[in-house]
């Protein structure tokens, strides 16, 4: 899809790759609209776009709550008059081992990781159905790999790695489009503001741990590659690069390298 003039919701648009997409997509004619819950931030974000000579709107959003995000969705449609792309990008960390995994922990992070983009694809179908769209979610190279300490974050990309290619054939006799996109290790504060890490010594998603002695192999070539590709640290900048390329080429996962 040509981005020139499209209309574009970026969820977790405060910080790091939410910002770095908003920032360069609005800086190839998008008009983007900004969606999280730190106003101050968002509004920070808007005016950089604004100052650059994009197109910015701020819709403050709590993912976790499905009226919230049907909101995001209805404003944007009322201000622009359409919506071609979501980014569904907002998410969140969390650490333990499985045997000791906080459910209320596990139970924030699922809302916010697969019910959110859920609430979001759902509400944003009827505005895409008459001329088409695009969706991307944002994955992890995580859900490639099976890394301890990290199996509840890993397990709600996994779901959404599944839930994204599902609807991709059902929504495609409606020319709506869903790619994934899987970000490897990234320079962002995402892992410092994951939750769960109380007391446990889990490397913060996407970080995989360093090898121990005795440590087994990966079980497949598959994991052994994609532990190697997450071990590349990527600026925000570069996966907003992949994002932007994954909008103009319409894969249906795209990946950093």
């Not at 695009?134 to 709600?156: D, E, H, Q, R």
């Not at 741990?209 to 990527?234: H, L, Y």
């Amino acid at each position: 899809m040509e981005i020139q003039n499209k209309v574009v919701i970026v969820t977790g648009a405060s910080e790091g790759i939410g910002e770095s997409t908003a920032k360069l997509l609005a800086a190839h004619g998008a008009q983007v609209a900004l969606a999280a819950r730190s106003v101050d931030k968002l509004n920070a974000v808007a005016e950089s776009i604004t100052a650059a000579g994009g197109t910015a709107i701020v819709i403050p959003t709590d993912m976790r709550d499905q009226a919230s995000v049907k909101a995001l969705i209805d404003q944007t449609k009322q201000h622009f008059g359409r919506i071609d792309i979501l980014v569904n990008n907002a998410g969140q960390a969390v650490g333990g081992a499985v045997e000791s995994l906080s459910i209320d922990d596990f139970q924030q992070v699922i809302d916010l990781n697969i019910f959110g983009v859920l609430y979001a694809i759902q509400a944003a179908i009827p505005h895409m159905r008459p001329d088409g769209g695009l969706i991307l979610n944002i994955s992890s190279m995580v859900s490639k790999m099976a890394l301890p300490g990290i199996g509840g974050y890993a397990s709600t990309k996994y779901m959404l790695n599944g839930l994204s290619l599902t609807a991709r054939a059902e929504l495609e006799k409606d020319n709506i489009r869903v790619i994934l996109v899987y970000p490897g290790r990234t320079a962002t504060a995402f892992g410092q503001n994951g939750i769960g890490y109380r007391g446990t010594t889990a490397p913060r998603p996407p970080m995989p741990p360093q090898a121990t002695s005795g440590q087994t192999a990966p079980p497949n070539a598959a994991q052994s590659a994609a532990q190697a590709a997450v071990m590349q640290v990527d600026s925000a900048e570069h996966v907003a690069a992949k994002i932007l390329e994954a909008i103009q080429n319409e894969p249906a996962e795209q990946f950093m390298h």
